[in-house]
DNA sequence: GCCATGGCTAGTA
DNA sequence: GCCATGGCTAGTA
């Protein structure tokens, strides 16, 4: 009983790739997406384990709130690779983080 | 038991 | 600030 199916870490790479550059998204948003609502701390430690971070945009993937979240190289680096992306920082929180979050439904 | 989260409550200013 | 959530790892027996 109370047995579901797993969070499988292809899948939300297969998400994560999909991100267009200078847009963002959650991490609930890709849990809900895929069907674990409750699991977006979860997601955290998936991309934690990215293997391969040049393909992976996982420095896409920010908190609900807007904060910028964390990273594996450091919030810092995280933050000058969305900086050059054209999005804007103060201090750990992003500007504007509505009108640069993507719609992960519509992403193909 | 840790942790790259999130949603909710209490209760300060 | 608290705590539920879910996947993972270290490391005890």
Not at 5 to 34: C, H, M, N, R, W
Not at 35 to 42: D, L
Not at 54 to 64: A, D, G, K, L, N
Not at 86 to 93: N, Q
């Amino acid at each position: 009983m109370h047995v579901h199916k797993q969070l499988k870490a292809s899948d939300v790479f297969d998400i994560v790739v999909k991100i267009p550059e200078g847009k963002v998204t959650t991490y609930g948003d890709i849990a809900k997406i895929l069907g674990h609502p409750g699991a977006s701390r979860a997601i955290g430690r998936i991309l934690n384990s990215n293997p391969n971070p040049i393909v992976v945009p996982c420095h896409r993937v920010v908190m609900s709130n807007g904060n910028i979240g964390g990273y594996a190289f450091g919030k810092t680096r995280k933050k000058e690779l969305l900086k050059k992306e054209g999005l804007h920082f103060m201090r750990d929180d992003m500007h504007d983080f509505a009108g640069c979050r993507t719609n992960l439904a519509k992403l193909r």
